[in-house]
């Protein structure tokens, strides 16, 4: 079955959204890298250390969803719809 373009077009949406959440996570995480938890009283070890990533992934998904992210999710949903549309010109035999 076919989608409706409204419908393509808010998946694509969260693509672009979570392909922005993967690239903030990817940013934050040489800072997260630097916190020397052991000394504090929240200190986790090496359990904490295996959660991190996905402490990360939650962090930037929550700030993209909020609007805090980078705006990098509105380009690459552009980037995708002006890539669509060339491919449905070339289908379509160039017209």
Do not use: C, K, N, Y
């Not at 949406?13 to 903030?24: C, I, V």
């Amino acid at each position: 079955a076919l989608r409706r373009s409204g419908d393509h077009e808010i998946t694509l949406r969260r693509a672009a959204l979570d392909f922005e959440a993967q690239a903030l996570s990817q940013l934050l995480a040489p800072a997260f890298a630097t916190v020397d938890m052991s000394r504090s009283a929240f200190g986790g070890g090496a359990a904490e250390a295996q959660w991190r990533p996905m402490l990360l992934d939650a962090m930037a998904g929550a700030a993209v969803r909020g609007g805090g992210g980078i705006g990098l999710a509105d380009a690459v949903l552009r980037a995708m719809l002006q890539r669509q549309a060339q491919g449905s010109v070339q289908e379509d035999g160039g017209t």
